[in-house]
Each structure stands twice: as C-alpha cells, then as structure tokens.
C-alpha cells in the first residue's frame, strides 16, 4: 500500500480564497484523522471519521473549516474564507482502530500559507 | 480533559549516549500510548504503541514504559547516532479512539 496520500503538498493563496486539502487514506482503514501543527500550538486534532461519518469535530476553529468523506478512500478539508492565521501543517492519518493496538498512520501533510 | 505534556523541550547528547524522553498524561483512561518520530518537513512515523494493560514494548536501540496509573511514559533510547535526530511526540488514545499528541520533544545528536 502506497501509505496516506495527500495533496497538494503545498497551497499558497490569498486572504479570503477557498482552500480545499485532500486525503486518501490506507486501503480498509476505518477511521480518519485530520490534523493541523503550528509551531505554536502543536499538533491539534481537528475532526475524525469512522466508517466516513463524522465522529468528533470540536476541534474544528470556525465555521470556515468544514470536512467531509463522501467515501472509504476520499476526504476532504475546506476553508472558505482562508484567512493568514489559518497557515499551517495539515495532516491526514488513518487507522484501523477497532481494536487497541493499532498505528496511527500519518500523510506527507500539506504546508498552507495564506497571504 | 485530556492533557499530553513531554520533557524536555529539546534535548542535545553526543553520539553514544543512552538517553530518556519523558511524557505525562492527565487522565488514566487511555487505550494505548504511542511514540513518533517527525523529521523536518516531513510526517510523522509511529515508533511503538504500548496498549494500556501492557508495561513496556521494544524496538531495535528504543524501549517504551507506560505507568497509566501515574500518567507517565517514558523512551528510552540505547547508544543513540545521529540518525536519531528528530522530534519525538508521545500520544494517547482515548475514548472514542481520539488520539491526542504532546508538543514532542526535539533531539540532536552530535557526532
């Protein structure tokens, strides 16, 4: 398996674009994970997937932010506006956790800058 | 709410030595503890998961311990190289399997 695929791997917009980050995670896991690191506050937990639906997303900003997974092999995180505060590391990771022993796998992530 | 913290911040030891990473958790409810590795740019790699009814697991020069009773974990690192070079970040997994990291800890090892 080719690992947690996302892209692009780096976005440079504007202040008040539409930002839309992409991940494939690994093939047959159950639950999906989207991140976002800052030097300033580390790596935080902004909404996870289990079997596409949304589970948990109180670490979700904003309303700008929003995250969808229409299917097993596809999600998405949208920010509408993109504002200069929103430039950061976002990471996608997967897992297949039904049980409590198993990794957390993380993408390549994606750099952000919002000019 | 749970709260992930690491010491040392940084941390830099010359080639050779064995060394220590320190992580604390405050709520005892976890279903497993793991250890990751990022280098620069990059994302981050799972090191070892310790489940949170066994004491220890070991990979290769790393050895992690987890006491869930008082919160704490430690990675222990044997003869470390240069190559070890990098973040480490300790996470719970908690109810609901939310993973939650610490800020990590940043290591150099100097040749």
């Known amino acids: 398996d080719a690992g947690v695929i996302q892209s692009p791997r780096h976005e440079v917009t504007e202040m008040g674009q539409e930002v839309t980050l992409r991940c494939k995670p690994i093939?047959?896991?159950?639950?999906l994970f989207w991140y976002r690191q800052t030097m300033m506050r580390g790596l935080e937990l902004l909404i996870y997937?289990?079997?596409?639906?949304?589970?948990?997303d109180s670490g979700m900003p904003e309303d700008r932010f929003s995250a969808k997974m229409p299917n097993a092999s596809f999600s998405t995180l949208k920010i509408q506006p993109s504002e200069p505060r929103d430039s950061a590391v976002y990471f996608c990771?997967?897992?297949?956790?039904?049980?409590?022993?198993?990794?957390?796998?993380f993408g390549s992530g994606t750099q952000l800058s919002v000019l | 709410k749970q709260e992930v913290t690491q010491i040392p911040a940084a941390l830099s030891v010359p080639e050779g030595e064995n060394l220590v990473l320190n992580c604390s958790f405050t709520?005892?409810?976890?279903?497993?503890l793991q250890w990751f590795r990022q280098d620069p740019g990059k994302g981050l790699t799972s090191l070892l998961l310790?489940?949170?009814?066994?004491r220890e697991q070991t990979s290769g020069r790393l050895n992690a311990s987890l006491d869930k009773s008082s919160g704490r974990s430690t990675l222990y690192i044997a003869a470390s190289q240069p190559g070890d070079s990098a973040t480490y970040l300790c996470?719970?997994?908690?109810?609901?399997?939310?993973?939650?990291f610490g800020a990590g800890t940043r290591l150099f090892v100097k040749a």
């Open positions: 990771a997967s897992s297949l956790q039904g049980a409590t022993n198993e990794k957390l796998f």
């Open positions: 093939s047959g896991h159950d639950y």
């Open positions: 997937f289990n079997n596409n639906v949304p589970i948990d």
């Open positions: 709520d005892s409810a976890i279903y497993n």
């Open positions: 310790i489940q949170s009814s066994q």
């Open positions: 996470a719970v997994s908690t109810g609901g399997f939310k993973t939650i």
